[in-house]
């Protein structure tokens, strides 16, 4: 019998203790609305979390893969929180002239950044974002 080829494994690993970012990741999206993003989440936290220090940064994976990058959060929970908190205030009140089709959001653990960056496979971290982190 032919042997049949093993499913690749993710180098992508779970660990809930290790620091985390929220990561925006735009869909081709103009500089100024990618500014613009940029300018409102900075606005948001220092109003609404001003002691948890959460800084936003611009990030460029590739020339199509350009994110808004918000650190650091101590464990994958506070991360968890903050990113509910944005997925749903986004839309509507804090980037309301940016479609929501225009980009997507995910929790990542610096390693596992550190990883992506080296492997620029966004849609590979995104598979398993989706498989550990979204309720089904």
Known sequence: APIKPTKPLTPYKLNGANPHFVVLSFQKVSKALLDEGLDKFTRYNANKHSSDHIEVGSFVLSPQEIMLVFRLFPDENKAL????????????????????????????????????????????????????????
């Open 81 to 136: 929180d903050y990113f509910d908190e944005i997925r749903e205030a986004a839309p509507t009140a804090i980037i309301p002239r940016i479609r929501p089709t225009d980009y997507t959001m995910f929790v990542i653990s610096r390693d596992n950044f550190i990883l992506l960056n080296s492997t620029k496979d966004l849609q590979g971290y995104r598979d398993f974002f989706d498989k550990n982190y979204i309720t089904q």
